[in-house]
């Protein structure tokens, strides 16, 4: 879920009550599923504190932006971590991931990498 502006129209991810741009009321919004990869990095080593993970537990993970026709870049954690399987243009779709006991979004590839 999204919200757009009903006075300028202006699309926002995650919903907030109230745009940011004019500080106009907003509605809500379904975003598209699927979109493409617009840039990505990883994350290949454990961070330094205050990293809350306990030692030896860290896994390499890879975050991007993926741009929804349309609307707007989202900034997400991607599926794929591995930098061969990625490219930018590749095609995403948001899936619902268990990340620490929490439900949340990811986008996945839905094409292999090139």
Do not use: H
Not at 4 to 33: H, K, M, Q, Y
Not at 51 to 68: D, K, Q, T
Not at 70 to 93: F, K, N, V, Y
């Amino acid at each position: 879920m999204g919200a757009r502006c009903t006075t300028c129209a202006a699309v926002a991810f995650p919903f907030r009550r109230s745009c940011l741009e004019c500080g106009g009321s907003v509605e809500r919004i379904l975003l598209p599923r699927n979109g493409e990869l617009w840039t990505w990095t990883t994350q290949g080593f454990e961070p330094k504190a205050p990293y809350v993970g306990e030692p030896g537990e860290f896994v390499p993970y890879a975050v991007g932006y993926v741009e929804l026709p349309g609307t707007l870049r989202i900034e997400g954690r991607l599926t794929e971590s591995d930098p061969a399987r990625l490219r930018i243009g590749q095609a995403m779709e948001v899936v619902a991931i268990v990340q620490g006991g929490v439900r949340t979004y990811a986008f996945a590839p839905t094409e292999p990498g090139q």
